[in-house]
């Protein structure tokens, strides 16, 4: 729904609906909505925000909020030790989803 809210597909176009369906996927534990979450804060100038939504979608396994971390890390927005730890979050969620053969 957010998608469609967002680009005006079959609804008209509305920012706030969402946002408010991207904060209910994100709640869900949907790691694109969280990411998407934290695009739209790091674009309003909210980088606190944003990485804190990245940080939860990367611990999660979500490929894309590792990059956009990374992005922030390297303009000296992310502490070292931040990057690292959710970088080893991140790491674990994925070796979790493996399977043993």
Not at 51 to 65: L, M, P, R, W, Y
């Amino acid at each position: 729904l957010s998608i469609m809210y967002g680009d005006g597909q079959g609804v008209k176009k509305d920012e706030k609906k969402e946002i408010y369906h991207l904060e209910q996927a994100a709640i869900g534990g949907h790691t694109n909505a969280r990411n998407g979450l934290g695009c739209i804060e790091g674009y309003r100038g909210q980088h606190d925000r944003a990485i804190k939504h990245f940080t939860i979608a990367a611990k999660q396994g979500h490929d894309e909020s590792v990059g956009n971390l990374k992005k922030l890390y390297e303009v000296g927005k992310v502490s070292k030790e931040d990057f690292a730890a959710t970088l080893r979050a991140y790491q674990a969620a994925v070796d979790a989803t493996k399977s043993p053969q």
